[in-house]
């Protein structure tokens, strides 16, 4: 059974070496959380990372920026790192297109550029998505200013990964603090508020009408959907005030994707087959945040309470006929490539 996991982080100095530039108000209070063994290993993208792949049972690995990518970053400066950042890619990819693919970085401080480096990343470089992280500093994903992105997105007909960014300082300080830095920190990202920060963003793209606008947009959920696929009979009760097209978790059933990001549980994996269906979930570990070497990850999907066509799609096939179109010659933003 190939195995093909989305959700594959890595990282550059050159990003680093960024983010610890920036001002104190702009930096990501989770880069704690890139040390040590995790730093090692998000550098990697040699070997040495396909070996630990082949611990875990994963085959190939679809690459993307950590958290919080560029999105706090000056315009300028992240388009210079969008570009070096998908040639890298790309170069990875080209080395071992048998273990690589790659979701393109953006520049969403500067969403014009942002969409023209997606059109470069899908259709020159061969990248079959993009990987954002909700908010661009105050600005949540559903803001005016993002939607040359989403037009390109639907355009190029690829699909965005919205993954976890640590709530706004405000919004950790009166949720998330008042235990020790430790605690805190551990509190506001992986402990839960990285997973309400990206659930509430999706909810957004629903709330502001972007998919009737582009009822086609795909967008993919890490670690099970990010809370909301638990709370659907709650979030239906919108249906009642928002005056949308079509109800909540209609939504969910036609623009969502979820993945388990390494929470490798057998309750979420039905429940979330339950509300977007087997042809909408697709694998990943969270590398290297999450890794369960001995073949771990693949264990996982092999001892699943599931048909073995049901484990194949989840495995490898839903991701190939997500990411089919991606590169592909179609009419893109400026005529036919």
Known sequence: MKIIAIEEHFLTNAVRDAWSASSSAERDGGLGLHLGEIEDRLDDLSDARIRLMEASGVDMQVLSLTTPALHNLDPRQSVDLAVRT????AATVTRRPDRFEGFATL???????GAR?????????????????GRTR?????HPDFLPIFEAAASLDVPLFIHPQIPQQPVREIYYSGFNEQVDLAFATFGLGWHYESGIQFLRLILAGVFDRFPDLQIILGHWGEV???????????????????????????????TPSGMFSE????RSIEVVGVDRILFSTDYPYQYRPERGARSFLE?????????????????ERLSAQAGLPRTVLGGTE
């Open 117 to 133: 480096e997606l059109e470069r990343a899908v259709v020159r470089l061969g990248l079959k998505g993009v990987l954002l992280c």
């Open 86 to 89: 998908n040639d890298l890619i």
């Open 228 to 258: 909301i696929l638990f709370y659907t009979e709650r979030l239906s009760a919108l249906n009642r005030v928002a005056k949308l097209q079509r109800s909540v978790v209609d939504y969910m059933r036609h623009n969502l994707y979820v």
């Open 107 to 113: 520049p969403t401080p500067s969403p014009r550029d």
């Open 303 to 319: 001892e699943a309470t599931l048909s073995d066509e049901s484990k194949q799609r989840i495995a490898h096939l839903n991701w």
């Open 138 to 142: 105050e600005k949540n994903i559903d």
């Open 267 to 270: 309750s979420y994996l039905q």
